[in-house]
């Protein structure tokens, strides 16, 4: 904030000149940047097939409704297993994580060496997208819902454990060194003074964590790792636009249920 | 003697107290999940001699990862690598500037009812969706290619950062604002300096944040065509080329931590 004075009073300004040629060289390099990203992109790009895309987008959307609702009867199996996917897959991460972070954490780990490890560990998995862990699983262990379950776990580890490892570094440390003094050895410390703390943000982890498992595991089955996928994949290859528009509500259906509950469930813990 | 002989009367063993309070309640959660993990297993319909006869060949494809090699391919790699940082950014500020509005409308205190529910409506929608469908959408109405996934990643920027950024102005000091508005400040005005200053260092780290993931789901929209590095990483996949595609992995891995480190640097040069 800067106050300059003129002739005719002061004048009241929110940046100073210096800060206000920063801002706007800030605002031109970004634009700068903007513009020529968006030049290779659009050279790339047939802009015949764009233009298009508004009679393509009617085409599409007639041959959409109505939704096939008898296809349901093929559909509900589906939905199971990418809940089950979920659900498994956030089980399978979590008993990995928590270990993982205990290692990565500031506060608890054995030697910065492991901790170098465990941050690199926590990184990979939070950068490679489950459909690609799902892409080489099932090339490893063949089709099926294991692989979602495997492809999903290995995604979440790191986002679970880069929560938690955060939540074991804010601990409040005067309760484990009073448990410390007491004469506890280290696991002990580790079950009665640092767990007891965490547990709130694990419970809430978990949750978040198991409501974006939900959403991510509708889209295994287009590489082959079950769940409702699958169906997704094969109508579109079939072109059976009906049965898509019913796959695309259903996937709806079970992402705004499956947030519903995660928030009641959160809501209940904290 | 008497008064040590009281205290050796106090109970000798602590139980440590349970995390759900009332024991119905917890017994039921047991046994439901109990429940839950029997049948979900039952269902899995694991054929579990070809998960035997994979893990030779784990042990093979584990094998052909290693050593990455970047070079046989570097200029495919290159290219989808620029193909997917390009994209990132100009997904990140189309749907960062498409969010700024629909987020304003989102916010419960600022906007009137039924703009509110729209803005909300939009925002759900596009949150649902997982970028590879979006991705799959795009790709059949506006054809292969970088721009599809620009469209995808967009469309999945405006659902988390105007969501976000809508909580964070419900969030915010009314104080501030009533002040600036008792100053006679225009709409604009009071958005421009009551509202913005008090959301901005959040949304620029969040911004920062967005951009790392877009930048992670490029890899992934390419697998149904939205061009970028997704597209070399699958044709490396059914080349069977796993050296390259380990090589490309690290790379984005790389590319990853890189953003985190800046965003946190940003992040406290803001504030």
Redesign the interface.
Known sequence: MAVYETDDGPVWKRRTTRHEWMVWLGWLAATAIFVYCFKLVSDKTIWFFVLDAGTQAQDMASRMVPPKWSYMDDLWRPVWDTINIATLGTVLALIMAVPTAFLAAKNTTPHPTVRAIALFVIVSSRSINSLIWALMLVAIIGPGILAGVIAIGLRSIGFCAKLLYEAIEEIDVTQVEAIEATGATRAQQLSFGIAPQIMPAFAGISVFRWDINIRESTVLGLVGAGGIGLQLEASISTLAWTQVSLILLVILATVIVSEWVSAKVRHAII | MSETATITNYPGRWK?PP?VKRRWLRWTLWFGAAI??AV??G?????WQ??A??IP??QR?LAAFFPPDPFSRWDSILDGI??S???T??AT?AGIALSVPVGLGAARNLAPRPVYLFCRFVV?LSR???E??LA??AV????F???AG?IALSIATVGFYAKLLAEDIEDMDPVQAESIRATGASWFQWIN?AVQPQVMPRMIGLAMYRLDINF??S??VG??GG?GIGAT??TA?DRYEFDSAAAI?LI??LI??GL?YGSGYLRRWVQ
Request: hydrophobic share 60%; no cysteine.
């Open positions: 440590r995390l839950y993990l979900g297993f269902t899995l319909e694991v054929d070809r998960v006869e994979g060949r784990g494809f620029l193909e940082i390009w994209m950014v100009i500020v759900a649902t969706f997982p590879v469908i799959i959408f059949k109405l506006f054809g290619g970088p721009f620009f300096y992670r789901e890899a992934v697998i149904v061009g990483l699958l996949f992995l984005i891995i990853v931590m985190e």
